[in-house]
C-alpha cells in the first residue's frame, strides 16, 4: 500500500527558506502528478503547487515566484522548496498524489499524507 508522508516543515521568520519533502512508498512515483495542497486554520485546504507526469508546474498566484515544486524519481521523493515565506504562508502543508485533472483541485488527488506544520513568524 502507497503511503506519503511529509516531513521539513517548522517555525522561521517572515523572510526565510524552508524545504519540504515528501516521501512515496511503492514504485508507482513516475505514473502520476504530485501536489502540495495547505490548510490553515478556520480556512479551507487550498492548492499550492502542482507536478505534472512532464514535469509540467502549476502554482497557486499567491506563491508563484517564491515556492518551486521538483521530485526525485531515483529516490521517489517530491519536494517543495519555499522561499521569502510569509506569515500568511503559516498553515499545514499536504503532499498529495494526483490521478485527474486539474491539478489545483483537491478532487484531482486519491492518496493524502498526513501534513506537515509551517509556522511563519512575523
Known amino acids: 500500500q502507497v503511503q506519503l508522508v511529509e516531513s521539513g516543515g517548522g517555525l522561521v521568520q517572515a523572510g526565510g527558506s524552508l524545504k519540504l519533502s515528501c516521501a512515496a512508498s511503492?514504485?508507482?512515483?513516475?505514473?502520476?502528478?504530485w501536489g502540495w495542497f495547505r490548510q490553515a486554520p478556520g480556512k479551507e485546504r487550498e492548492f499550492v503547487a502542482a507536478?505534472?507526469?512532464?514535469?509540467?508546474?502549476r502554482y497557486a498566484d499567491s506563491v508563484k515566484d517564491r515556492f518551486t515544486i521538483s521530485r526525485d524519481s531515483v529516490k521517489d521523493m517530491v519536494y517543495l522548496q519555499m522561499n521569502s515565506l510569509k506569515p500568511e504562508d503559516t498553515a499545514v502543508y499536504y503532499c498529495?498524489?494526483?490521478?485527474?485533472?486539474?491539478?489545483?483541485?483537491?478532487?484531482?488527488?486519491?492518496?493524502w499524507g498526513q501534513g506537515t506544520q509551517v509556522t511563519v513568524s512575523s
Open positions: 511503492g514504485r508507482t512515483f513516475g505514473r502520476y502528478r
Open positions: 498529495a498524489r494526483g490521478t485527474s485533472w486539474p491539478p489545483d483541485l483537491a478532487s484531482a488527488y486519491d492518496l
Open positions: 507536478l505534472t507526469i512532464n514535469s509540467g508546474k
